[in-house]
C-alpha cells in the first residue's frame, strides 16, 4: 500500500519545452531552468499573445506577480518577469523579458483585470512603460513624487523631504530640517559616549581575581546549623518587634504595638523620622450593629 504525503506533488519540468517550444515559435528567445524554476525568456512586443497561449492552450489561468530588475550597465536595462500558476497543473511558469526607459511594453489588462495594479507597480518603483494600460499612474508614491526608487542610481539618501502640505493641498518637497547635524558626523563628536564613568562601568576596570572562588564542599555554601540558628534568631527578633503572636482572632490588639522597620535608615535633619505604622483594631462596631438588625 503507497504511503501518502501531505506535501502536494508538483509536476516536474520534464518534456514541457518540448511542448511550449513548438507552441510559441519564433516569439520565444531562450529557456533554461534556475533553483526549481522554469524561465522563458521572449520577446517584448509578443508578451501578450505568448501569455494568452499559455493561458487558453497549456492551463496556465493565474497571473500572480509582475516583478522587476534593474540592470543599468545593459542597452536595455529592465528585466519584468511574469509570474503565472496552473492551478490544474500545480506548477509555474516565468516568462522574461527586456525593455528600456522609452521602450514600451504591451499591456496583459486584456487577459487578468489584476495586471492593471501589477503594472502601475513597476511603472511607479522602475519608470516602465505600458502600452495600452488606461489607468497607468502611481500606486506605491505620493503624487508628485519625483523619480523611481527601485532603479539602482536612485539616491540612498537626500536633502529633500516629502511632505503633504494643507495650504497647498498637495505633496510638496522642502529641504530636509534635521534637529541634529547628522550631514558632519565624526567618530569623535559626543555621541561616541559619555566623558565620564556611568554606574556599574567601574567593574570594567576591576583586576581579574587572583583565585576563582568555587564551592566544591556543603561547607562551603554558608549553609549549616550556623545558617540556621542567625534565621532563627532574625525570625524571633522579628516578631518580638512587629508581631503580637499568641492572639487570637478578632481581639484588639493595643494601640501601642507598633511595627518597626529594622531595615529603616537612621533619621536625620534632611529626613525626619516617620511615625511608627500601627495595627489598627478589627471594626467590631459594624458587626455589632449588623447583629442587632438580624435579631429585630
Not at 564551592?215 to 525570625?235: I, L, Q
Amino acid at each position: 500500500m503507497p504511503v501518502l504525503h501531505s506535501a502536494p506533488c508538483f509536476r516536474s519540468h520534464d518534456g514541457l519545452v518540448d511542448v511550449l517550444g513548438p507552441a510559441l515559435g519564433d516569439r520565444l528567445i531562450g529557456v533554461h531552468q534556475e533553483h526549481g524554476e522554469l524561465m522563458l525568456s521572449v520577446r517584448r512586443d509578443a508578451i501578450e499573445d505568448v501569455l494568452r497561449t499559455l493561458r487558453d492552450e497549456h492551463q496556465y489561468q493565474q497571473l500572480m506577480e509582475i516583478a522587476g530588475a534593474d540592470y543599468p550597465q545593459r542597452a536595455e536595462r529592465f528585466e519584468l518577469v511574469y509570474m503565472l500558476l496552473s492551478l490544474t497543473r500545480n506548477h509555474r511558469l516565468m516568462v522574461k523579458l527586456t525593455t528600456d526607459e522609452t521602450s514600451p511594453v504591451p499591456t496583459v489588462t486584456r487577459l487578468w483585470p489584476n495586471a492593471g495594479w501589477l503594472e502601475r507597480e513597476v511603472f511607479d518603483m522602475f519608470g516602465v512603460l505600458f502600452d495600452g494600460n488606461t489607468d497607468l499612474r502611481r500606486i506605491l508614491t505620493d503624487y508628485g513624487f519625483e523619480g523611481h526608487p527601485f532603479r539602482k542610481d536612485f539616491p540612498l539618501t537626500g536633502y529633500q523631504e516629502v511632505r503633504y502640505s494643507e495650504e497647498d493641498k498637495r505633496v510638496i518637497y522642502e529641504p530636509v530640517e534635521l534637529p541634529q547635524d547628522f550631514r558632519i558626523f565624526e567618530f569623535t563628536s559626543p555621541w561616541e559616549g559619555a566623558d565620564y564613568p556611568l554606574p556599574g562601568d567601574e567593574k570594567a576596570t576591576m583586576p581579574p581575581a587572583a583565585e576563582v572562588k568555587t564551592t566544591d564542599r556543603p561547607a562551603e555554601t554558608g549553609a549549616g546549623p550556623g545558617a540556621d540558628a542567625k534565621a532563627a534568631e532574625h525570625v524571633a527578633r522579628g516578631m518580638a518587634s512587629g508581631t503580637v503572636a499568641g492572639q487570637g482572632h478578632g481581639e484588639p490588639v493595643p494601640e501601642e504595638t507598633a511595627i518597626s522597620d529594622p531595615g529603616a535608615p537612621t533619621p536625620t535633619e534632611d529626613r525626619p523620622d516617620r511615625p511608627a505604622r500601627q495595627e489598627s483594631a478589627p471594626d467590631t462596631k459594624g458587626a455589632t450593629e449588623l447583629n442587632k438588625d438580624a435579631d429585630s
